[in-house]
């Protein structure tokens, strides 16, 4: 029991939505950190291919971000 002597009850409703909610975050969302590190690689990467793939990573989370869509559709979501 916590201190203070009291249970606190969540809805399991509350918890069915935020799982899913961080879910779809999670599928759909890259965090500030990662597309900074990838926009930086862009700028150094010296081979074509390396640019090209880079530049295709940031265009998919950037469509992903927007139409809450996963980030790399091949792999699907946990339903």
Do not use: F, H, W
């Amino acid at each position: 029991m916590p201190e203070g002597g009291t249970i606190r009850e969540i809805s399991c409703d509350k918890i069915t939505e935020a799982v899913s909610e961080m879910c779809v975050s999670s599928n759909c969302l890259i965090g500030e950190d990662i597309r900074k590190a990838l926009t930086e690689a862009e700028k150094i990467e010296s081979n074509p291919l390396g640019r090209e793939v880079l530049s295709t990573l940031l265009a998919n989370a950037a469509v992903a971000r927007e139409k809450m869509m996963p980030l790399c559709q091949d792999t699907g979501l946990a339903v």
